[in-house]
């Protein structure tokens, strides 16, 4: 299946600390590409894997499930942790969910959670089985993004209700781990979106075994934060957590 241009998987090489950074729902890794770009900038190699049955075609998604999402994950983390000294993660909206699966089963030494979801902001969603009797697919609602930003964006115009369910089930899956990860986590939530309710950062972060953990909130973006207005800010917060600059909370 060809993949749509721009959607392509990413690898930057740089130092021995290894970032692996993950797309989110129906996206791509160009959604990745500027974050990636500056976490190399500053001496990381850096990997951004496409996920399974994403940056191809709906139909193609509608076939996979959160496994197949997570094993592209886990193909992502064994390149970078045989040719680093150590891995961080980066996940955005359900990248997000799949590098917290990752930190429950893997060694990671840092984890970012960007826009991720607990609670969808959707009403509709409990109506999803009642949904599927009817329709496979249903079209995406887009806010539009920053010119510079845009360009990146690269994703279906349709969801495939099946991996909607599974998105779902996924969640479920990961919020009982929350207790048992524990490494350094940076969580990063814009208060305006409306696609992830943004209680979902304040759930994780309430949630999670770690001790060492921060919750920054941001107040001009939407969901896709590594691409809206805020961008620069989230950028320069990722590096200084990274770098072990942030503050403890």
Same mark, same amino acid.
């Given at each position: 299946m060809a993949i749509m241009p721009g959607a392509e998987p990413f690898f930057l090489p740089g130092g021995d600390t290894g970032i692996l950074i993950v797309h989110g729902f129906t996206g791509a890794p160009s959604e990745m590409r500027l974050v990636g770009k500056y976490l190399n900038s500053l001496g990381y190699t850096v990997l951004a894997p496409r996920l399974l049955g994403h940056g191809t075609t709906p139909e193609e998604m509608a076939k996979t499930s959160w496994p197949h999402w997570y094993s592209s994950v886990e193909d992502g983390y064994h390149i970078l942790s045989g040719t680093c000294r150590e891995v961080a993660a980066v996940g955005l909206s359900m990248g997000g969910l799949l590098s917290l699966q990752l930190a429950s089963e893997y060694k990671l030494s840092k984890l970012v959670l960007l826009s991720t979801p607990i609670y969808i902001a959707n009403k509709r969603i409990k109506l999803l089985p009642l949904? !599927?009797?009817?329709?496979?697919? +249903?079209?995406? $609602?887009? $806010? !539009?993004?920053?010119?510079?930003? =845009?360009?990146? /964006?690269?994703?279906?115009?349709?969801?495939?209700?099946? /991996? @909607? /369910?599974?998105? #779902? %089930? #996924?969640?479920?899956?990961?919020?009982?781990? @929350?207790? /048992?990860?524990?490494?350094?986590? #940076?969580?990063?939530?814009?208060k305006r979106e409306?696609?992830? =309710?943004?209680?979902?950062?304040?759930?994780?972060? %309430? %949630?999670?075994?770690?001790?060492?953990? $921060? #919750? +920054?909130?941001? %107040? !001009?973006?939407?969901?896709?934060?590594?691409?809206?207005?805020? !961008?620069? @800010?989230?950028?320069?917060e990722i590096g200084r957590f990274l770098a072990g600059k942030q503050d403890e909370v």
């Open positions: 949904y !599927r009797m009817f329709t496979n697919f +249903v079209r995406k $609602k887009r $806010k !539009r993004l920053p010119a510079e930003g =845009e360009e990146y /964006s690269i994703s279906y115009e349709l969801t495939p209700l099946a /991996s @909607l /369910s599974s998105l #779902l %089930n #996924l969640i479920e899956h990961v919020a009982q781990r @929350l207790p /048992s990860i524990t490494l350094p986590t #940076l969580i990063m939530q814009s409306h696609t992830v =309710e943004p209680e979902s950062a304040q759930f994780i972060y %309430n %949630n999670l075994g770690s001790t060492e953990k $921060k #919750l +920054v909130w941001l %107040n !001009r973006s939407g969901h896709i934060i590594t691409l809206d207005a805020e !961008r620069d @800010l989230v950028f320069e």
